[in-house]
């Protein structure tokens, strides 16, 4: 119950965003356009053409999937009525709000784009029911086998071509359609982005009364590390793994990964870990993480996918050290699984990479900040959490504090200790 007052909480709040971009006048975030240009020159409301469109949307999915479709998701229609419902009375709420000055309306269309994203956080977070535009949306991604951001951009690009031609018939010009309904495409997936991450507590809430899974008194069998460039992870990880009888992972996930993925050897190699923040924004504001179905992943979200997979047939095989991949949050409700997070000092780190890969020092920082911040990307984005954060691991070390000999005799020592 509290899952689908949380999915209602969130169409409310979407509701609310939309009606403030509506009073700005500059145009509406695109899967709202059509409805609004209507509701310009016809008689029903904007909520009431939503509550059509959303009809529309779940019939194209019938005629698509037939007998496939899934009988819950029926259901899609109830939230369209309410949706639509939601959003006349958010305009007539808030039909008091209605900004004169340019630099308002604009403020407007960021605050109402910045609510439409906590929205959309509350509605997809209880993972129980889609609305109908993300419904269809996953449909066709499935059916083209597309990743679920690039039929976004072609979805919303159709319904703004929509708009614009249901403008011209009513009007003989362009209306409803203005820089605002650009400025939403591109915030709404951005704000996102980066609300999302603050608001794992929600999930956490509503996952709250499933049994939480402890370690039993055998000790642990898997230990996961995550570090930073240039700290002697990967070195403390073999060293502990081989003084533990254990199996080591690190590099070897890339020729797991290869065979689950059905991805190229160098396309895994080339993307391993590594998410730009050009790539981080982009995939934001199309969201491409909201929808995480395998036929609709793009390939960088396939090789997450696959080497998640691998990594938790990995910990199911036998005792292991599993060196970064975001296997800390992958494994997080394994029992008996240890969670390290490794840093050093920048003068540590400069001078190991620069003998390493034979470097000048600022040419190994310079390394160094590429790659952490490239890790930090790739597990910020998967994880929706942060990279380095102590609350997301059990130990956090400085092997430049302790040397890697010094780690490693930490490391071993604790997970031998016998537990109360």
Same mark, same amino acid.
């Given at each position: 119950?509290?899952?689908?007052?949380?999915?209602?909480?969130?169409?409310?709040?979407?509701?609310?965003?939309?009606?403030?971009?509506?009073?700005?006048?500059?145009?509406?975030?695109?899967?709202?356009?059509?409805?609004?240009?209507?509701?310009?020159?016809?008689?029903?409301?904007?909520?009431?053409?939503?509550?059509?469109?959303?009809?529309?949307?779940?019939?194209?999915?019938?005629?698509?999937?037939?007998?496939?479709?899934?009988?819950?998701?029926?259901?899609? /229609?109830?939230? =369209? #009525?309410?949706? $639509?419902?939601?959003?006349?009375?958010?305009? +007539? !709420?808030?039909? &008091?709000?209605?900004?004169?000055?340019?630099?308002?309306?604009?403020?407007?269309?960021?605050?109402?784009?910045?609510?439409?994203?906590?929205?959309?956080?509350?509605?997809?977070?209880?993972?129980?029911?889609?609305?109908?535009?993300?419904?269809?949306?996953?449909?066709?991604?499935?059916?083209?086998?597309?990743?679920?951001?690039?039929?976004?951009?072609?979805?919303?690009?159709?319904?703004?071509?929509?708009?614009?031609?249901?403008?011209?018939?009513?009007?003989?010009?362009?209306?409803?359609?203005?820089?605002?309904?650009?400025?939403?495409? /591109?915030?709404? =997936? #951005?704000?996102? $982005?980066?609300?999302?991450?603050?608001?794992? +507590? !929600?999930?956490? &809430?509503?996952?709250?009364?499933?049994?939480?899974?402890?370690?039993?008194?055998?000790?642990?069998?898997?230990?996961?590390?995550?570090?930073?460039?240039?700290?002697?992870?990967?070195?403390?990880?073999?060293?502990?793994?081989?003084?533990?009888?254990?199996?080591?992972?690190?590099?070897?996930?890339?020729?797991?990964?290869?065979?689950?993925?059905?991805?190229?050897?160098?396309?895994?190699?080339?993307?391993?870990?590594?998410?730009?923040?050009?790539?981080?924004?982009?995939?934001?504001?199309?969201?491409?993480?909201?929808?995480?179905?395998?036929?609709?992943?793009?390939?960088?979200?396939?090789?997450?996918?696959?080497?998640?997979?691998?990594?938790?047939?990995?910990?199911?095989?036998?005792?292991?050290?599993?060196?970064?991949?975001?296997?800390?949050?992958?494994?997080?409700?394994?029992?008996?699984?240890?969670?390290?997070?490794?840093?050093?000092?920048?003068?540590?780190?400069?001078?190991?990479?620069?003998?390493?890969?034979?470097?000048?020092?600022?040419?190994?920082?310079?390394?160094?900040?590429?790659?952490?911040?490239?890790?930090?990307?790739?597990?910020?984005?998967?994880?929706?959490?942060?990279?380095?954060?102590?609350?997301?691991?059990?130990?956090?070390?400085?092997?430049?504090?302790?040397?890697?000999?010094?780690?490693?005799?930490?490391?071993?020592?604790?997970?031998?200790?016998?537990?109360?």
């Amino acid at each position: 119950m509290e899952r689908y007052a949380t999915l209602i909480a969130g169409l409310f709040l979407m509701s609310i965003g939309i009606a403030l971009s509506i009073h700005a006048q500059l145009g509406i975030t695109p899967i709202s356009c059509p409805p609004y240009v209507l509701s310009l020159g016809l008689r029903p409301t904007v909520g009431q053409f939503t509550i059509a469109m959303h009809v529309c949307f779940v019939l194209i999915q019938v005629a698509i999937l037939r007998k496939s479709f899934p009988k819950l998701q029926y259901m899609q /229609l109830v939230m =369209g #009525f309410l949706f $639509g419902f939601f959003i006349d009375f958010s305009v +007539w !709420l808030t039909e &008091w709000m209605v900004p004169e000055a340019y630099w308002m309306r604009i403020l407007y269309v960021v605050v109402g784009s910045a609510i439409l994203a906590v929205g959309i956080v509350f509605e997809v977070t209880p993972k129980v029911m889609l609305i109908a535009g993300e419904g269809l949306m996953l449909v066709l991604a499935k059916l083209w086998k597309k990743p679920f951001g690039k039929v976004k951009i072609g979805f919303d690009c159709s319904l703004i071509a929509i708009s614009l031609v249901f403008s011209l018939f009513l009007f003989g010009e362009i209306r409803g359609v203005r820089e605002g309904t650009l400025l939403s495409a /591109l915030l709404v =997936g #951005f704000f996102v $982005g980066k609300i999302q991450p603050h608001m794992a +507590w !929600l999930g956490a &809430w509503l996952d709250r009364h499933q049994p939480v899974k402890q370690a039993d008194e055998a000790g642990y069998t898997v230990v996961t590390i995550a570090r930073e460039f240039g700290s002697g992870g990967h070195e403390i990880g073999e060293k502990l793994a081989a003084r533990l009888g254990w199996k080591f992972y690190d590099r070897e996930l890339v020729n797991l990964t290869v065979g689950n993925s059905g991805l190229s050897t160098r396309y895994v190699e080339a993307h391993d870990q590594r998410l730009t923040s050009f790539q981080r924004v982009w995939k934001d504001i199309w969201m491409d993480n909201l929808m995480p179905v395998d036929e609709s992943l793009s390939p960088d979200d396939r090789l997450f996918v696959a080497q998640s997979r691998v990594i938790r047939h990995a910990a199911d095989e036998g005792p292991c050290v599993i060196v970064g991949r975001c296997a800390n949050v992958i494994l997080k409700d394994r029992p008996q699984t240890f969670h390290l997070f490794i840093s050093a000092d920048a003068a540590f780190a400069c001078q190991r990479i620069a003998a390493e890969q034979h470097l000048s020092s600022e040419e190994a920082m310079h390394e160094i900040h590429r790659i952490n911040q490239l890790r930090a990307n790739h597990y910020n984005y998967y994880t929706q959490q942060t990279w380095g954060d102590p609350s997301g691991y059990d130990l956090c070390i400085r092997s430049s504090s302790l040397g890697i000999e010094g780690a490693v005799d930490t490391i071993y020592n604790l997970l031998t200790t016998k537990r109360p």
